[in-house]
């Protein structure tokens, strides 16, 4: 039963992006470990850019420049 968390910022991906990553997760275990993909679960989080810091500043910060 393998569980894949995706954490991407929170900056517009569309429903049929995040539906391509789900399933791009989901064959690429069941091709590479033989995985079944019923029982794969694959969770999306969305994180702020306020909440996502890359060398000591947020991401807002740097997108801001």
């Known amino acids: 039963m393998p569980y894949v968390n995706i954490k991407i910022t ?3 991906v569309t429903k049929e ?4 990553l789900i399933q791009g ?5 069941q ?7 019923k029982t794969t679960f694959v ?3 969305e994180v702020n850019t306020d909440n996502w810091g890359i060398g000591g500043e ?5 997108r801001k420049r």
């Open 10 to 12: 929170d900056e517009g």
């Open 58 to 62: 947020t991401v807002t910060s740097i």
């Open 43 to 45: 969770i999306i989080e």
């Open 31 to 37: 091709k590479v470990l033989g995985k079944n993909p």
């Open 25 to 29: 997760a989901t064959d690429l275990l």
């Open 17 to 20: 992006q995040k539906t391509a």
